[in-house]
């Protein structure tokens, strides 16, 4: 009877497969969408034959039609570098696709869940970044697109709620890593993974003394699922990530000492606009979602490594 259906948008990507997965594990169906933009279908092959889970290849900046009790949104380019691919369609993605799904929240009446971004932040200039912390964006600048797509969509996720009584629930994920990140993602970790298993240079973009906070997989989906159960006027946003921080040099340094690598580090042109630092303030999360993170780096890039190890076949 409380047997629940689930969209997941985004699904065949990487926090979208693991998100799957344990909704399946719950009991739910699930109805994953995705247009296998920077989505792999070896991320849920495994599901494919389950029983409650259907797939569906669709791109979001269309609309769509479905009868579910949840939508969790993530259907959107994470890298950097894939999302800069095609800005225009990132944008259309964030924001004519935030529409397409919150038009089937409002219909139906459920719970719609943003995968939003510590990149609203930009390059703050407050540090840890609190969430009433407005931001310091570039309008006009190659992250762009991600970001002011990831604050309109907010702004949308918002105004569905104030305006059409949407159930709206925006965490603002920061730096998740895990198995499943495709190794050509171009994301810090996975490059420096795949780079020192493979005996590669180590690209460090600028000095690496720029800082990220990396949350493992797991620990994101809990906060996920934990963010989707809260009442309906428990809207966020909420800031999700581990406040670990690190720099991009101790990062390399890290998976180079674990790997046994022989790579060596060099060094490129740090890309416009990039973050100087970066580390959540997650107390709303522990006072609404009774959350913290569990797993440290060092675990996260154990597991890490060795999925990269298993599917480069090193
Ligand atoms: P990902 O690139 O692995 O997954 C995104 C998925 O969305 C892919 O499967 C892709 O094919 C799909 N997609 C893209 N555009 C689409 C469209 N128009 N229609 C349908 N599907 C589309 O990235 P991820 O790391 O799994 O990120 C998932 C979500 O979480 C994204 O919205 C991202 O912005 C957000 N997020 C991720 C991180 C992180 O560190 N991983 C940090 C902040 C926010
Ligand atoms: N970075 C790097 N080398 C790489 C990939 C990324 O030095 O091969 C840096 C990047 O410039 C940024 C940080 O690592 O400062 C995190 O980059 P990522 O693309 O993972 O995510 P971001 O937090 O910038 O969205």
């Not at 009446?109 to 407050?126: N, R």
């Not at 994101?220 to 921080?245: D, K, Q």
């Not at 101790?250 to 416009?272: N, R, Y």
């Amino acid at each position: 009877m409380n047997k629940k259906t689930i969209l997941v948008t985004g699904g065949g990507g990487f926090i979208g497969s693991h998100l799957c997965e344990r909704l399946l594990k719950e009991g739910n169906d699930v109805i994953c969408v995705d247009n296998f933009f920077t989505g792999s279908k070896n991320n849920i092959r495994h599901l494919l034959s389950h029983p409650d889970f259907e797939l569906i290849r669709h791109d979001i900046t269309f609309p769509l039609f479905l009868e579910v009790n949840a939508l969790y949104n993530l259907a959107c380019p994470a890298s950097p570098v894939h999302y800069q691919h095609n800005p225009i369609h990132t944008t259309k993605t964030n924001v004519i696709g935030a529409i397409n799904m919150l038009g089937i929240a409002k219909r139906l009446k459920i719970p719609i869940l943003q995968a939003s971004t510590s990149e609203v932040y930009g390059d703050p200039k407050q540090h840890p970044q609190t969430e009433e912390y407005w931001g310091n964006v570039n309008p006009i600048g190659i992250r762009s697109c991600y970001d002011e797509g990831k604050r309109c969509a907010e702004t949308l996720f918002f105004d569905y709620h104030r305006q059409g009584g949407v159930a709206s629930k925006v965490v603002r994920i920061f730096n998740t890593y895990g198995p499943r990140m495709l190794p050509n993602d171009g994301r810090v970790v996975s490059n420096f993974i795949v780079q020192a298993l493979k005996g590669e240079d180590i690209t460090i973009y600028g000095d690496g003394s720029q800082s990220r906070s990396f949350c493992y997989i797991d620990d994101l989906v809990e906060a996920l699922i934990r963010m989707m159960g809260t009442p309906a006027e428990i809207t966020g946003p909420v800031n999700l990530g581990n406040p670990e921080e690190f720099t991009v040099m101790e990062l390399a340094e890290k998976i180079i000492k674990m790997t046994s690598s022989k790579s060596k580090i060099v060094f490129h042109p740090l890309p416009q606009d990039d973050p100087i630092k970066r580390k959540p303030d997650i107390s709303k999360a522990k006072k609404i979602l009774k959350w913290q993170p569990l797993i440290p780096l060092d675990e996260g890039l154990v597991k890490t490594i060795q999925y990269f190890k298993k599917i480069l076949n090193v």
